[in-house]
Nanobody, 125 residues
Framework: QVQLVESGGGLVQAGGSLRLSCAAS????????MGWFRQAPGKEREFVAA????????YYADSVKDRFTISRDNAKNTVYLQMNSLKPEDTAVYYC??????????????????WGQGTQVTVSS
């Protein structure tokens, strides 16, 4: 059974930074496309970032481009989301997601087979 466990969320002031981590039990981790999505209260879950198996390809939502960076360490079975210059509108529960193999639709919620429980990120103004 595949498990994804997020960590690193919390409360931060606008302009601050956080780094989220997602430890995955999927084996081998190197074949998994990994993604981050978020869901704010009263809103639908939205794509944030995705990274290919090797880390050579990344996608970002326009709203986070140049502020967030997705990366992965295949030796540690972990994907990261470095979030800088945080804004109050980044407040949401952030979810890690995984699927086996690459997809050109890596920005799409339905393309992922496995999901974490989520970690809360709150940005105060």
């Amino acid at each position: 059974q595949v498990q994804l466990v997020e960590s690193g969320g919390g409360l931060v002031q606008a302009g601050g930074s956080l780094r989220l981590s997602c430890a995955a039990s999927i084996r081998p981790f190197s074949i998994a496309t990994m993604g981050w999505f978020r869901q704010a209260p009263g809103k639908e879950r939205e794509f944030v970032a995705a990274i290919s198996e090797s880390g050579g390809t990344t996608y970002y939502a326009d709203s986070v481009k140049d502020r967030f960076t997705i990366s992965r360490d295949n030796a540690k079975n972990t994907v990261y989301l470095q979030m800088n210059s945080l804004k109050p509108e980044d407040t949401a529960v952030y979810y890690c997601a995984a699927r086996r193999g690459w997809t050109k639709k890596a920005t799409t919620f339905a393309e992922y087979d496995y999901w974490g429980q989520g970690t809360q990120v709150t940005v105060s103004s």
